[in-house]
């Protein structure tokens, strides 16, 4: 076994300049710039929804979307701040009231408009673009986030992954309710609740390993995150 | 919410730089070594900056000195030796693979005792899931009181040993019998034997070059 002084040795022999990271607000923009980019472009390259102006005039689905929104970037911003070692843990509180306001606006819509759900309400058609947005819009942005927290690893990467991953659910969910119109309640609730429950899920589960990976790869002398 | 959590900029870290190497040293459990850590943290901020700039001397004595604090902190929480080093030296590679999250506008010592609460405590779960699929072996697990009876290798071995000490040349049985059985001082033994202390230690030397040629020799035959 190496003596901690040779540890110390070995380090300090091989130690290179490094850049640091920039303040975590300016660091959760640069990320949030970049969810907007995709929303962007899947409203050139897919048209948003129809009904978009009519619907926005109803407070329920107004406050929804706005509520989820705000949760995308308050967990953006929580996943930054709390990514650095030495940054309280309450920040992982700081979605939480937009996550409260955004899944509320989904239980009213389901007790109020239940009886509307036709039998034939949802095309295979629309589902499925459903289904690709929902791809195109999380993938890229689950990505960028897993190089830009890599070095949470070693950390938080459980809560980092969490927030996180309802970061990307969050803004993945805006993107749904804007460019589709999937109006049965049960299928709001599945597609914003349920795809928002997949992500993070999946983050909880593959995360912690997946930053790991990323920062193993980032960092080749460290073995030990 | 940002301003708040920027203003927990130490006041200690005033006080700093009278003479840090020193003390380090003697760092102790409890409220020294946090004493300590406040009043280095200028210093260690500043070689910190300097570390992320590639300066390999000033991360050497960076290293260096918070080795001491880091191991007043595991030993707070591991009991074993080796286990609280090899949590300094977790700490020590995860500050250097995460050196570029250091902001040095921000107190040092914050920074350095987060990454080190986190090794401290994945080094507690390991051991905690390591433990719970192992079983100490202790007296309740032994079949008999008599510690001889529960293995009889035990017994063989200490036959087969009493043996070659009786087939040793007379000189040597009794120096063996004495100094190493009886325990017995060499001034002792020299009183009841009559013989110098030099021949006596020549005798017990030869003895145990004898008794190891002559149980290495039974071992290959069985």
């Known amino acids: 076994m190496i ?5 110390i040795d070995s380090l300090a022999a091989n130690v290179t300049p490094v850049r640091r990271l920039r303040p975590p607000l300016l660091r959760a923009a640069f990320w949030l710039a970049l969810a907007a980019l ?13 009904d978009l102006a009519q619907r926005l005039q109803q407070p329920v689905f107004a406050v929804g979307l706005v509520a989820s929104l ?18 309280s843990r309450r920040w992982l509180f700081l979605p939480a009231p937009a996550l409260v306001a955004w899944v509320s606006t989904i239980g009213y819509g389901c007790l109020s408009d239940w009886v509307s759900i036709a039998p034939d309400g949802v095309r295979l058609g629309e589902a499925a673009r459903c289904f690709a947005t929902l791809v195109l819009t999380s993938l890229p942005l689950s990505l960028a986030l897993l190089v830009m927290l890599r070095h949470a690893a070693p950390l938080r990467p459980t809560a980092v992954t969490l927030t996180g991953s309802l970061a990307v659910a969050a803004i993945t969910a805006t993107a749904l309710s804007l460019f589709h119109d999937l109006d049965a309640t049960v299928m709001v609730l ?30 080749p002398h460290d073995r030990e995150a | 919410m940002s301003s ?22 003697s760092a102790k459990p409890g409220s020294t ?39 007043s902190l595991a030993v707070r929480h591991h009991r074993d030796p080796s286990d609280v080093e090899d949590t300094v030296q977790d700490v020590l590679l995860t500050v250097h693979a995460i050196r570029h999250t250091y902001d040095p506008d921000r107190p040092f010592g914050p920074w350095l005792v987060a990454i080190a609460n986190r090794r401290i405590v994945d080094r507690l779960r390991r051991q905690g899931r390591t433990r719970s699929r192992e079983i100490a072996l202790d007296l309740e697990h032994e079949t008999f009181a008599a510690p ?42 020299a009183v009841a034997t009559g013989m110098s202390i030099a021949s006596l230690k020549v005798a017990t030397h030869r003895a145990l070059k004898s008794l190891r040629k002559m149980l290495m020799k039974r071992s290959r035959e069985t």
């Open chain 1, 70 to 87: 705000l949760t995308g970037v308050l967990a953006a911003v929580a996943a930054f701040v709390i990514s650095l070692p030495d940054r």
């Open chain 1, 38 to 50: 995709v929303l962007v472009l899947l409203a050139i390259s897919h048209g948003v929804r129809p």
């Open chain 2, 148 to 189: 001889q009876a529960n293995s009889p290798e035990e017994a063989w071995n200490k036959r087969v040993l009493w043996d070659a000490v009786e087939s040793l040349p007379p000189g040597q049985r009794q120096a063996i019998q004495l100094l190493k059985l009886q325990e017995m001082s060499l001034k002792e033994a």
């Open chain 2, 33 to 71: 070594a946090e004493k300590q850590a406040s009043a280095h943290d200028l210093d260690w901020s500043i070689l910190m900056a300097r570390a992320q700039t590639g300066d390999g001397e000033a991360y050497r004595r960076l290293l260096a000195e918070i080795a001491p604090y880091l191991r």
């Open chain 2, 4 to 25: 708040g959590s920027r203003n927990r900029r130490s006041p200690l870290t005033l006080v700093a730089g009278a003479s840090p190497a020193r003390e380090t040293g």
């Open chain 1, 3 to 7: 003596t901690t002084p040779e540890l």
């Open chain 1, 190 to 219: 599945i597609w914003n609740l349920g795809a928002a429950a997949l992500i993070v899920a999946l983050g909880g589960m593959l995360g912690p390993r997946m930053l790991s990976q990323v920062a193993l790869r980032a960092f």
